[in-house]
């Protein structure tokens, strides 16, 4: 793994990120556009075990490349939250078939426990959430929903027609301690309305 990162930092150009404990990286071609993070913790088997993590969602993109009407694909990501314990990110892998009539992405929503480099579910900082439940709060608007820039309201329309409702397993956590799930678009309301935010806690 430790050959493979190096490879990759000589390979890429890597510019500053948003703090001293990642940086971006940047891998560019005809049909592809990568940026993602690159980790560096005091644990240097968290951050390894973290960086694992995000490069097999950019190899998993990049097997898109194979079907034979992809056009592009790429990723980019934005760090939300960070303290000494967690980090707190979006990523988000997109891709372009050529006749779509629009690009289509799917935004990941983790947090690494920075200790040990491992993804920490929801329940770490919230109770385990009941799917029915939180459907029936959400149509009832007792969970507010929010578009992409978490500012819009979103009336989420498509809440009806779920029939096998989940509870995401996508979320963020902010800096004043609020908690939000994430679906993706056409999950809870249209395509221009991006992921919508069902704010929990």
């Known amino acids: ?6 490879s990759l930092f000589l390979a890429m150009a890597v ?5 001293a404990a990642q940086q971006t990286a940047v891998d560019k071609g005809d049909r592809y556009d990568y940026k993602y993070p690159v980790f560096t913790q005091e ?3 968290a951050a390894e075990r973290m960086n694992r993590d995000i490069q097999k969602m950019v190899s998993k993109s990049r097997k898109d490349l194979r079907h034979p009407d992809m056009r592009a694909v790429g990723s980019n990501y934005e760090v939300i939250y960070e303290n000494d314990q967690f980090v707190c990110l979006t990523f988000n892998t997109w891709y372009y078939y050529d006749k779509a009539a629009h690009g289509m992405y799917y ?3 983790i947090v690494y426990d920075k200790a040990t480099g491992k993804r920490v579910p929801y329940t770490r900082f919230t109770e385990k959430l009941n799917a029915e439940q939180l459907k029936q709060d959400i149509k ?12 819009t309201v979103s009336e989420a329309p498509f809440i009806d027609s779920i029939d096998n409702f989940k509870v995401s397993k996508d979320y963020i956590i902010t800096e004043d301690g609020h908690l939000y799930l994430m679906y993706q678009p056409y999950e809870l309301d249209c395509y221009a309305a991006g992921v919508t935010y069902v704010k929990v806690k």
């Open 140 to 151: 009832a608007k007792k969970l507010p929903v929010y578009g992409a820039d978490l500012k």
């Open 43 to 45: 644990n240097p088997r």
């Open 15 to 19: 510019a500053a990120g948003a703090s």
């Open 107 to 109: 935004t990941h929503g």
């Open 1 to 6: 793994m430790k050959k493979t990162l190096l």
